[in-house]
Each structure stands twice: as structure tokens, then as C-alpha cells.
């Protein structure tokens, strides 16, 4: 059965940074998509940023891009998000998200793609 488990969220002042991780289990997770989504109070879930299986290709959105880096150690079944130059508007709960082989092709930038989900953790950025 697969899990996932994130950590690392909090509080942190604008400008500051936060490293979230997400730990794996169950099939083979090298060969996983990864991505990382967040969601806001009163708003969607969107998609912050994700990692293919096979040679780590990322992808992120614009609003992230050049602040948040995503990454991934298949030796440790864990995918990380390293999230610098935070703003309050970065304040969500974040969600790691598992692609298996049953969704290969499917884009990665959409929820539906993925197969498993993690619980969330809170990052909240102050001002």
C-alpha cells in the first residue's frame, strides 16, 4: 500500500525559507512522478511543482519559479521542496502527490493525474 507523508511546514517570516519533505512507501518509487500541490483558505488546489520518475525532469509555476526548488532521493523514497525568498502569499497547506505507472503520460501539473496523496503540512508566511 502506498503512503505518503510530508513534514517540515511552519511558521516563517517573509524572506525566509522552509525545506518541506515527503516520505514514500509501497511500490517502486523511482519509477513515480512527484509533485507538490498547495492549497489556500476559500481557494483551489493548485499546483506548485513536480519531478518525473525516470530522469528527474521538474516543472514548476511561475510563481514559484527561481524561489522553490524541487528534488528527489530514490535511494530515501523521499521528495523535497526547498522553498526560499517565502512571501505571505505562499501561506497554504501543502500536498505531496504520488503518479504511479497506471497514470505515466498524464500531466503533471493537474491533481488528477496523481493516484496517492500525503495528509498536508501548513506553511504559513508572515509579514
Known amino acids: 500500500q502506498v503512503q505518503l507523508v510530508e513534514s517540515g511546514g511552519g511558521l516563517v517570516q517573509a524572506g525566509g525559507s522552509l525545506r518541506l519533505s515527503c516520505s514514500s512507501s509501497?511500490?517502486?518509487?523511482?519509477?513515480?512522478?512527484m509533485g507538490w500541490f498547495r492549497q489556500a483558505p476559500g481557494k483551489e488546489r493548485e499546483f506548485v511543482a513536480a519531478?518525473?520518475?525516470?530522469?528527474?525532469?521538474?516543472y514548476y509555476t511561475d510563481s514559484v519559479k527561481g524561489r522553490f526548488t524541487i528534488s528527489r532521493d530514490n535511494a530515501e523514497n523521499t521528495v523535497y521542496l526547498q522553498m526560499n525568498s517565502l512571501k505571505p502569499e505562499d501561506t497554504a497547506v501543502y500536498y505531496c502527490a504520488r503518479q504511479m505507472t497506471s497514470n505515466w503520460g498524464q500531466p503533471l501539473h493537474r491533481a488528477p493525474s496523481y493516484n496517492y496523496w500525503g495528509q498536508g503540512t501548513q506553511v504559513t508566511v508572515s509579514s
Open positions: 519531478i518525473s520518475g525516470s530522469i528527474g525532469r521538474t
Open positions: 509501497g511500490g517502486t518509487f523511482s519509477s513515480s512522478a
